[in-house]
């Protein structure tokens, strides 16, 4: 009877069985089925977060230009913010006011929060409301941040929706 040689090493067989191999390969996927949940969910908290941090960002930023707005008023500045308008000077930059507050545009609280579409949003302009839409979101107009101009004697409204990010 004739034998075969394998090879070997050491006087020990080389190589994997296919045991061996099936058992990597279901392991392998066990592993990639627990992580790409983990994965998918970590992209979502990542788009929550922005949209946290530049809804944080626009709010600092409308209570900082009301404070120099404030100021301006206070010292009688001409050619500042007014009561119902005018401009404020925020590190060398004009920012557009109205009742206070910044402006819901581009020149108005965009110049004052200094928030851009490359940071990862869409930015919109309705009739005196600013909308910014996270890129990427599952559905856009769930994650987003929305800043409605100051009415006289109020606060502007600023509201966070993270429901479909």
Same mark, same amino acid.
């Given at each position: 009877?004739? +034998?075969?040689? !394998?090879?070997?090493?050491?006087?020990?067989?080389?190589?994997?069985?296919?045991?061996?191999? *099936?058992? *990597?390969?279901?392991?392998?996927?066990?592993?990639?089925?627990?992580?790409?949940? +983990?994965?998918? &969910?970590?992209? +979502?908290?990542?788009?929550?977060?922005?949209?946290?941090?530049?809804?944080?960002?626009?709010? @600092?930023?409308? !209570?900082?230009?009301?404070? +120099?707005?404030?100021?301006?008023?206070?010292?009688? !500045?001409?050619?500042?913010?007014?009561?119902?308008?005018?401009?404020? &000077?925020?590190?060398?930059?004009? *920012? @557009?006011?109205? &009742?206070?507050?910044?402006?819901?545009?581009?020149?108005?609280?965009?110049?004052?929060?200094?928030?851009?579409?490359?940071?990862?949003?869409?930015?919109?302009?309705?009739?005196?409301?600013?909308?910014?839409?996270?890129?990427?979101?599952?559905?856009?107009?769930?994650?987003?941040?929305? !800043?409605?101009?100051?009415?006289?004697?109020?606060?502007?409204?600023?509201?966070?929706?993270?429901?479909?990010?």
């Amino acid at each position: 009877m004739k +034998r075969f040689a !394998y090879a070997q090493s050491g006087g020990r067989v080389a190589g994997f069985t296919l045991i061996e191999l *099936v058992i *990597v390969i279901t392991i392998v996927g066990i592993l990639a089925a627990v992580a790409l949940p +983990r994965f998918v &969910n970590l992209q +979502r908290d990542a788009r929550i977060s922005k949209a946290q941090s530049i809804f944080g960002t626009i709010k @600092a930023a409308a !209570y900082l230009a009301k404070a +120099r707005c404030e100021i301006d008023l206070s010292q009688g !500045y001409s050619g500042a913010c007014t009561s119902s308008g005018g401009q404020v &000077n925020m590190d060398g930059a004009l *920012v @557009a006011m109205v &009742n206070r507050y910044p402006d819901a545009s581009s020149t108005g609280i965009d110049v004052a929060s200094q928030v851009t579409t490359a940071e990862g949003f869409t930015i919109t302009q309705g009739a005196g409301v600013r909308t910014y839409d996270v890129v990427g979101a599952a559905v856009p107009s769930q994650c987003r941040i929305s !800043y409605t101009a100051a009415a006289p004697n109020q606060a502007p409204v600023i509201t966070l929706d993270v429901a479909g990010c």
